[in-house]
């Protein structure tokens, strides 16, 4: 077993989402924040400001006018669009490289994610969700644990296919039993190290063990149906497939049917395009 | 020259220097089909089982769908000339999530809506691998039919 302690120190060697980006994930969060007070934190920031001027005026948005200012960008794109861009900004460098271990070239895991994040948006719009941004945010996040794991998934890897194939465990357990922390777990970590809030910490741990969710959260059960789904859909899905459990209690908590999942498989492939917009129109280096 | 087909995408080819090539199969069904005498070539990546589900999605975009993907991929390789007869298939794809409990079975419905389809059709599948929970990769040649399965985690395999 690979000492547990020496994966968590890679954390190290993450790019930490900038503080003015954190404080936009964690604003969006609280119906009382204005929109001039989001305004501005970003303004204050004058290298925030330009990455998301530059995200908004990407040819992929083909808006007519040149965006110039923060303010500019809510009026024309809309708030939940600027600030689903500027969350995907925030997080691309650390996403964009290939994980070997997971046999994801460079792009798929950032694409995956990305899916992911649009995915549980849509499910938490029609559950009535009032913390949407950070749901999206939860879901895009969820794997940052295998940009770290995966040198390790990769020296392990016959021995967590065997468990897998031979003796019946999910990938993300095999993971677990064979090098002693598992993706989500170590995710939570970096979520804790970066200062996420304790209620999103907890999303990334338990993205695929959602009957560990309190009675009254939907948003586990989001996260994890919208990994489902993109599983599914194949979509960036590397070497662990499609070898995680199902949780019946999640399609119970969200009134699901087995229709829901095939009309928001139909549905998901409009999104598809939003997945590059986002991908291609933000940062990465 | 490779072909890249998309989700919910097809194509067919008689270019001899065409590799058609669909990554990234989840639940979602593969159907390559091959008429090694005219030489033509198709790949059909559909999603779901049955156009039903939703008939305007299924209009603007036939290959979503196994029933209404599976009849226009052999179309329009007809119309390059291949024959029912000489026609060989290869279906790859159709995975599962573990311990669905039938709830998450779109991959076994997708692989069930083409075997009853072909069934009324007497059609025979030449080449399967299906099921299971792994993500796969399907490649095709046109100039020799040979085709190439990549299951994540490991490399090419000729098939």
Redo the contacts between chains.
Sequence with gaps: MKSVEKIINDIEALRPIPYTYHKIIEMTKNPDSSINELVDIITYDQGATANILRACNSSYFGLSRKITSIKHAIAYMGLDRLVNLIIVDSAASNFRRGQEGY?LTEGELWRYSVFSALIAQSLAEKNQQKNIPFIFTSALLKDIGKVILHTYVNDS?NEI?FM?KEK?L?FIEAEKEVIGIDHAELGAKVAAKWNFSPNMVNIIKNHHFPELAPPDDLSIPIVYLAD?IC????????????????H?EV?DKLHFS??D???T??DS?EK?KDVETLVNSTGGN | MEIII???DMKVSNDSEAVLIT??????IGLGIYDSIEKVGGLLHY??PESS??TV?AKN?PC?FADTGIPLLFKEAYKLGAKKHSIKTIVVGG?????????????ERNFTALRKMFWRNNMMISYQHVG????RTIKLEIKSGQAWLKI??SGYQRI
């Design positions: 046999d890897f296919t897998v019946g999910a489902s599983m599914m859909m194949g979509i960036g899905v590397g070497s662990d497939g499609l070898a995680y459990r199902y019946q399609m087995n229709i999942v095939q009309k498989i139909a492939l598809l | 998309g989700v919910a990554y990234s199969l989840g639940s979602c999603m779901l589900l939703d999605k975009n979503m995975s599962q999530i573990l311990d669905q409990k039938g709830f998450f079975n779109i991959g299971g929970n792994v993500n994540s985690g």
